[in-house]
């Protein structure tokens, strides 16, 4: 009778805690320039914005 209640239990804490998934922002990560601008304490987005970045 023990070893059913054991089989019971580690069958239910398997399927509990196997399907367990993160999710991860569409974007993978990127913040928009506002949210950076903010982060940074900047006065200005646009050294955030990538159409606005200059090319070396």
Do not use: D
């Not at 023990?2 to 509990?16: D, F, H, R």
């Not at 928009?32 to 200059?54: I, W």
Request: aromatic content about 6%.
């Amino acid at each position: 009778m023990k070893q059913i209640y054991l089989i019971v239990a580690l069958s239910g804490m398997l399927l509990t805690s196997a399907c367990y998934s993160t999710r991860t922002a569409g974007n993978s990560g990127k913040v928009p320039p506002g949210q950076a601008k903010k982060g940074t304490g900047s006065k200005s987005a646009k050294p955030f914005a990538p159409g606005q970045q200059k090319r070396n």
